[in-house]
Nanobody, 126 residues
Framework: QMRLVESGGALVRPEGSLILSCAAS????????AGWFRQAPGSEREFVAG????????SVADSVKGRFSVARDNNKNTMYLYMNNLKREDTATYFC???????????????????WGQGTQVTVSS
């Protein structure tokens, strides 16, 4: 089974930037759609951004549109989340996930994803 490992989470000031990475343990990563979700304490896990298997189709949640972007490098089995102009409400644990069944678009519900990472913490505070 493929494993996913997120990295890059940190404490950052408001209006700061971060880049999160999601490294996969298998080359089959390139065959799957992939996405980022986040979960703040006391809140449901929500979709943030994702890509189809090739990266040709991307989607970003309205709450982060214009500030976050997503990319993948299938040669490196890695997905990235570029986070700019961070706000306090972006504070959450960020998870990456892959979806083998619906790889030709960007799944936006947790149930569509098969494999999940353990998460990386992003805290936005002054």
């Amino acid at each position: 089974q493929m494993r996913l490992v997120e990295s890059g989470g940190a404490l950052v000031r408001p209006e700061g930037s971060l880049i999160l990475s999601c490294a996969a343990s298998a080359r089959t990563f390139g065959d799957n759609a992939a996405g980022w979700f986040r979960q703040a304490p006391g809140s449901e896990r929500e979709f943030v951004a994702g890509l189809s298997w090739s990266g040709a189709i991307t989607s970003v949640a309205d709450s982060v549109k214009g500030r976050f972007s997503v990319a993948r490098d299938n040669n490196k089995n890695t997905m990235y989340l570029y986070m700019n102009n961070l706000k306090r409400e972006d504070t959450a644990t960020y998870f990456c996930a892959t979806a083998a069944r619906n790889r030709n678009y960007v799944p936006k519900t947790q149930a569509e994803y098969d494999v999940w990472g353990q998460g990386t913490q992003v805290t936005v505070s002054s």
